[in-house]
């Protein structure tokens, strides 16, 4: 009879099991068929300057294109290492489509190695400049480019919603922030990660601690679990999977638009389970161009803006060249 091994977990990745008042669920039917949009933007603005991540349940997504999009992105990761090759991101420079081998990401480099692989893609398009261009799509599995591609469409519906709901609860018109996303940078992202054994530190875990570099993150993970988000006292706490649910937390261009009110929070994974793992994370920020600065319900006499102006682009831009070797002239 063979013995599973024992994992010996460094004392710096332990977490404490949330529970739902810690990350709650929120029931966003309210806001997807209009009936009450600003009851659930109060409960999303809560979370946001409390909390940072939240579960949304109801969000109109068919579960059956979730269903196929794990699927889909189970097959494409158990290809052979030579046929996910030909798709490195490498090839695609500053468009960064494609394919992230093991290692290929650090978030936080001076820290972890990112035990994880990705695939990125967003809207196809042919003129090249940073996070634009042609995705990087595989021949196999079948049916890939055409499910993701409606996946990626399910998740901007949602994501307006949702983003309009942040607008409402900053007391500001609904459509302040879509006003800044005629042509937003979009990352929709399928996660890998291999369980880990053994001796498991924080020099190597599934994805390093990091906030989001953007404006919003739509998450769905599979039934694993893994991630673990750090609250306001500095604890780590785990969020595990519920299901129907994504999860929902706000970047880093939200911390800014809300003079610190809102806080981008910060997260990592670590896949203990002895299972493989798999996510399917969806980021929008706002235009390349789009300037980022304190909204006028969020700053006064007594409390100015602490952030100088900058535009979407380049802060995230400068965000991937850190992770990316091949961005560094």
């Not at 939200?254 to 994370?281: A, C, L, M, W």
Request: with cysteine.
């Amino acid at each position: 009879m063979s013995i599973a091994p024992t994992n010996q977990i460094d004392s710096r990745l332990a977490s404490k099991s949330t529970t739902f008042s810690e990350i709650p669920i929120i029931d966003v039917t309210a806001l997807i068929d209009g009936s009450d949009p600003m009851k659930v933007a109060d409960e999303i603005g809560y979370v946001c300057e409390n909390i940072g991540f939240l579960y949304i349940k109801n969000h109109g997504v068919d579960p059956q294109l979730i269903k196929d999009a794990y699927a889909l992105a189970e097959e494409f990761f158990k290809l052979p290492i030579e046929q996910k090759q030909q798709l490195n991101i490498i090839n695609s420079g500053q468009t960064l489509r494609g394919y992230i081998p093991m290692y290929g990401e650090n978030v936080d480099p001076e820290n972890t190695r990112d035990f994880k692989e990705c695939f990125d893609f967003g809207l196809n398009e042919t003129t090249v400049s940073p996070f634009f261009g042609p995705n990087q799509m595989p021949e196999s599995p079948a049916n890939f480019k055409k499910i993701f591609e409606q996946y990626h469409d399910a998740m901007m519906t949602l994501s307006r919603k949702l983003i309009s709901a942040i607008a409402l609860s900053l007391a500001l018109p609904a459509d302040y922030f879509e006003k800044l996303q005629q042509k937003p940078i979009t990352i929709q992202r399928l996660l890998h990660y291999p369980p880990q054994e053994g001796n498991i530190s924080l020099e190597e875990i599934g994805i390093g601690a990091h906030t989001d570099y953007g404006f919003l993150t739509i998450l769905s993970q599979d039934s694993v679990g893994g991630l673990q988000v750090q609250n306001r006292d500095g604890e780590w706490i785990s969020a595990p999977p519920v299901e129907d649910t994504f999860i929902v937390n706000i970047g880093d261009l939200v911390q800014t638009f809300t003079n610190d009110r809102y806080i981008s929070t910060t997260h990592r994974v670590i896949n203990t389970s002895g299972k493989e793992r798999y996510s399917v994370p969806f980021f929008i920020d706002l235009d390349f161009d789009a300037k980022v600065s304190v909204v006028p319900t969020c700053q006064n006499d007594d409390n100015p803006a602490k952030y100088p102006t900058y535009t979407c682009g380049q802060h995230k831009y400068k965000r991937f060249v850190d992770s990316y070797a091949h961005l560094v002239s």
